[in-house]
């Protein structure tokens, strides 16, 4: 857990900050310094790594979109085990064990064998050097939009500014999802059930 919530801040804090240059200019067409500068914080730089360290903006993106796309997929995730959707038959039959039986929550990732873990691990290496490569700082890994691709520079910003805020809000929900859990004892699922929506109370009643 404390790998997944350094990585999120990691990626939280990385770069929120565009500034005004010439240098940096995708593959996409889109100037990287204009996107995730959205009101009301504009421009967010606290520490004033874009006067200091301008030479490290690009890697910070970089490490910001794939965080973020990271977490988008994670709290999806997260919503859906929390639903008790999950696949059938078993996650380790020399374990006896199956998808139904992994607890929802960050609990849950205990529960997984540590084969299990080990091919995780090992497939997200695997993504990690052949699909999207830390080298490249620019995001577009071939893809495309849904297999296809976005001629319209200002409708490709606002689509890239879009996956920006939306990762940003991403690592956030994912990162208090997992303290809410850790404060309350109880998974998303069982905050809602309960209508238990703050989590320094003692779990009775709608933010009471």
Request: with cysteine; aromatic share 12%; glycine share 12%.
């Amino acid at each position: 857990m404390k790998l997944a919530v350094l990585s999120l801040l990691a990626g939280y804090a990385a770069a929120f900050a565009p500034a005004q240059s010439d240098k940096a200019s995708t593959s996409l067409k889109v100037n990287e310094l204009e996107l995730g500068a959205t009101e009301p914080l504009g421009v967010f730089d606290p520490l004033g790594w874009m006067e200091t360290q301008p030479e490290s903006f690009e890697r910070r993106r970089a490490v910001e979109r794939k965080h973020g796309r990271i977490a988008m997929a994670a709290v999806v995730g997260c919503i859906v085990h929390n639903n008790h959707i999950v696949f059938d038959g078993y996650i380790s039959p020399s374990n006896d064990l199956k998808f139904s039986d992994i607890p929802t929550g960050i609990d849950g990732l205990f529960s997984v064998p540590s084969a299990g873990l080990a091919q995780i691990l090992a497939f997200v290496g695997f993504i990690e050097v052949a699909w999207w490569p830390a080298s490249q700082y620019d995001g577009d890994y071939g893809i495309g939009y849904f297999g296809g691709d976005i001629f319209d520079p200002a409708e490709k910003a606002r689509k890239l500014n879009a996956e920006i805020n939306n990762g940003r809000a991403a690592m956030m929900g994912i990162f208090g999802n997992m303290v809410a859990e850790k404060l309350t004892g109880q998974t998303m699922y069982e905050q809602y059930a309960a209508g238990h929506f703050n989590p320094f109370n003692d779990g009775e009643g709608f933010f009471m």
